[in-house]
């Protein structure tokens, strides 16, 4: 699993990159209109809640708990052996489960297919065209639209993860071998 959530992250992240450079073919696109903002802000959120039901930060305050193993990540930098950090649990991807990470790589492939389709063909569209297609794309896909910001700021999401971390964070160095430490204990096995 690690490759291919490797493999998407970079697709993800692609896909990000390409639906902004997308939405700025809007015949009235400003970078610093509100709805720009607005839109850049929401197409990740509308994404994840399409897929589970919740934002980024809601997944984010659900799923992080330092009582669970791995503090609920499914997924971390380095990930499976090595230690979690930090700046892992802040990444709302890194608690989606396989299943999750299918889906949410097959609803970002088919709407940047759509997308790009709808750019090639030179269709006239505005900022605010852009946003109603991402609702209709979903819509059309039988997935639930995101309605509002949501409960949970990113602020709130990133502060409760950093905390659940720092508690995680005194179990994980209590419980982690480095590789030297196994190393070690082999050296010790055969002498």
Known sequence: MRG???QFILRSRNFYQQITDIYATAMDYDFQAPTTQEFFATVQNKLHWAIHGH???ELIVERADHKKEFMGLTNWKKAPNGKILKSD????KNYLSQNE??????????YLDYAEDQAERNIPMTMKD??????AFLQFNERDILEN????????AKEFAICEFEKYKVIQDKSYKSDFDKL???L???G
């Open 4 to 6: 291919g959530f490797t």
């Open 101 to 110: 990470i299918k889906s949410l790589d097959r609803i970002v492939t088919m």
């Open 188 to 190: 010790d096995i055969e």
């Open 55 to 57: 934002t980024a930060s």
């Open 89 to 92: 649990v802040t990444v709302a």
């Open 184 to 186: 070690l204990g082999e």
């Open 130 to 135: 852009w946003s109603q297609k991402l609702n």
């Open 149 to 156: 910001a949501g409960k949970v700021t990113a602020q709130i």
